[in-house]
């Protein structure tokens, strides 16, 4: 069973920071690709950054680029996202996916079957 849990949402000031964590099964973590999106009211769920199944080759989005970072921590299943500079507009529900292998990097939500429940983040100015 495929199963994601995302923590470490919450409310922060234009600038500040907040660090996402997408805990996963060792069979899940191992087996396929994990990325996050996000979705703000109104608008269409978006891909942010993928990461490779072996932690490399990050890839962002440009409106985060600079900011977010990636990564995988094998130790403890775990997919994070490190958000920095955070401003207004990031304000969304923050959700890891996974994907099979052959759609890693896709950012694309019709090819994420597994979902998290979703983090909220909410940034005021």
């Known amino acids: 069973q495929v199963q994601l849990v995302e923590s470490g949402g919450g409310s922060v000031q234009a600038g500040g920071s907040l660090r996402l964590s997408c805990a996963a099964s060792e069979y899940t973590y191992s087996t396929y690709c994990i990325d996050w999106f996000r979705q703000a009211p109104g608008k269409e769920r978006e891909g942010v950054a993928a990461?490779?199944?072996?932690?490399?080759?990050?890839y962002y989005i440009n409106s985060v680029k600079g900011r977010f970072t990636i990564s995988r921590d094998t130790s403890n299943n775990t997919l994070y996202l490190q958000m920095n500079s955070l401003k207004p507009e990031d304000t969304a529900m923050y959700y890891c996916?996974?994907?099979?292998?052959?759609?890693?990097?896709?950012?694309?939500?019709?090819?994420?079957?597994?979902w998290g429940q979703g983090t909220q983040v909410t940034v005021s100015s």
């Open positions: 990461i490779g199944i072996d932690g490399g080759s990050p």
């Open positions: 996916a996974a994907a099979s292998p052959g759609y890693c990097y896709s950012l694309n939500p019709a090819r994420y079957n597994h």
